[in-house]
């Protein structure tokens, strides 16, 4: 049987417990916050490296470096309130739409204007690059969808069927025919552009404000008003489940980059992340305005949100060593050094691993060390030598209490060893965790050298402190019973006199019915 270690003497401490992925987004920390020149509708950031983030606001885009944070350029040629900037899948061009009914397609480096699109007749509000690159869509709140090709700058595709302004729309990066729009005719619409029809009609209880497809495809996810609902598209626009958590309209909808988070902004001042996997809400962040806008980048460690006070704010998160360790490609190793043979070395495997334990024996105290051999004296020496804290030594003495061995361990000393144990004696006993043990520990070192104390002037003067510290204790136990007395009468007298109120009320209601009987 291993030998068991006398207890340190540390005390228990409070766990505070958090879920991981709250520690997650907790690492978004310290927000920049950015004055705009108006409210900011749209934020998106580049999908190519350094991840420059797109803001849209007032007439104007502005973009911001991925790694400094700062202005990095300005797009500024829009004759109204500039709506909807979006980088292509390449990072080289930008398209936005404003209320003067224009398309305009830049160069995201020059900032020059490649292509100017029109055919809406109101203000257009949503403006995306489909996958294949040469195509735009367009929604308007003239109540029309288009998809425009871009060499030719035409609309090779208008759709009518929504009843009211088209304020969201989305693609799908596997599939490049199909679309989706959410209007405030409270419905969202899925475009066949080969067939140039709508394949499936949702409705909805509020306007839609956003409207995201999930990875996958086969999944949208649709902001109206305070609720997000996800919709099964395999299964004919079937609801999945509604996200109720917000108490306002949800302005705005993003995903993370694996996929499995949905980041939901609303007027409520909060941006929520949601599970994907099983629809529960991950964390909650609050901002100062109502938010319009949220975008994640796409290696997950920046977080935009956009607000209708004008200013975005902007938080990144924390990477540990390790993930940087991940993100970076793999060095190919050349065969024969010693980097290839070392491989693996330092790999700490998954989480789903099975883990061979590895138990490391633990290094004993030196007072564990004598107790395991049974040199009791030396083990009590050792304990007091080194400074230990009062619960430690009192730990090995009740440990030779149990082993029948303080006898053993207290006998045999000169003054100086004698003069130790019955100072750290005269310094605890009045302490109520050390007493019994201590008061016992006394008894002992009475019983062995009470005939020879009286020869050591030192001994002498501890057993005096001793013995005052002990009459201390035992006056305050007499004045606290002398206390306790005094209540148990009092509480006692509080009894009887309310027990003889009780019997007058009770004489006092039988006279007065008594009375009231004869008179009657």
Not at 176 to 193: E, K, L, P
Not at 506 to 520: C, E, I, L, M, Y
Request: hydrophobic residues 40%; proline residues 3%; aromatic residues 6%.
């Amino acid at each position: 049987m291993d030998y068991k270690p006398v207890g340190n003497g540390k005390t228990a401490r409070s766990v505070r417990r958090t879920m991981p992925e709250a520690g997650y987004w907790k690492r978004f920390q310290s927000p920049v916050l950015v004055k705009e020149y108006g409210m900011v509708t749209s934020l998106e950031f580049s999908p190519i490296k350094p991840y420059d983030l797109l803001v849209t606001a007032a007439m104007r885009l502005q973009v911001y470096n991925g790694r400094t944070s700062q202005l990095k350029k300005s797009i500024t040629r829009f004759n109204g309130q500039a709506r909807s900037g979006s980088f292509r899948s390449d990072g080289k061009l930008v398209v936005a739409g404003d209320d003067s009914n224009l398309i305009q397609i830049f160069d995201g480096t020059s900032r020059s204007v490649l292509r100017t699109l029109k055919g809406h007749m109101d203000p257009v509000h949503i403006t995306r690059f489909l996958p294949d690159k040469t195509h735009i869509l367009s929604g308007s709140d003239d109540k029309t969808v288009r998809v425009w090709d871009i060499p030719s700058q035409t609309a090779v595709n208008v759709f009518e069927d929504h009843k009211d302004y088209v304020r969201s729309g989305c693609v799908f990066a596997n599939n490049a025919n199909i679309v989706a729009t959410g209007s405030y005719d409270h419905t969202v619409r899925i475009w066949d552009i080969r067939a140039n029809e709508c394949v499936t009609t949702i409705k909805t209880d509020d306007p839609v404000e956003s409207v995201l497809g999930l990875s996958g495809g086969s999944v949208v996810a649709a902001a109206a008003g305070p609720n997000v609902h996800l919709f099964d598209l395999l299964m004919g626009g079937r609801t999945l489940t509604t996200l109720g958590n917000h108490e306002k309209t949800v302005t705005s909808l993003c995903m993370d980059n694996g996929g499995g988070r949905l980041i939901a902004g609303s007027l409520d001042h909060h941006v929520k992340i949601y599970n994907v996997q099983d629809f529960k809400l991950m964390y909650s962040m609050g901002y100062p305005a109502p938010v319009l806008s949220v975008a994640l980048s796409s290696d997950d460690t920046r977080l935009a949100v956009g607000m209708a006070s004008g200013v975005f704010s902007l938080r990144r998160r924390a990477v540990s060593v390790k993930e940087q360790a991940e993100a970076a490609p793999a060095r190919q190793l050349r065969a024969g050094t010693q980097a290839y043979f070392m491989r693996g070395a330092s790999h700490k495997g998954d989480d789903h691993d099975l883990r061979v334990e590895q138990r490391r024996k633990r290094s004993l105290a030196d007072y564990d060390q004598y107790l395991r051999k049974f040199e009791h004296s030396r083990a009590l020496d050792a304990v007091l030598a080194n400074n230990r804290t009062g619960l430690t030594v009192v730990l090995l003495l009740q440990e030779l209490v149990h082993r029948d061995a303080l006898v053993s361990a207290l006998a045999g000393r000169d003054e100086l060893a004698l003069d130790t144990i019955v100072r750290f004696v005269v310094k605890f006993i009045d302490q109520p965790r050390y007493t019994s043990v201590l008061v016992k520990v006394a008894e002992t070192l009475l019983d062995i050298y009470g005939d020879l104390l009286h020869q050591s002037g030192r001994i002498a003067e501890l057993l005096v402190r001793l013995r005052a510290k002990v009459r201390t204790e035992l006056r305050l136990h007499e004045d606290l019973s002398m206390l306790l007395g005094s209540m148990d009468m009092l509480m006692a007298a509080c009894k009887v006199n309310h027990a003889g109120a009780t019997v007058s009320a009770d004489t006092a209601t039988t006279s007065a019915s008594v009375t009231s009987s004869v008179k009657a």
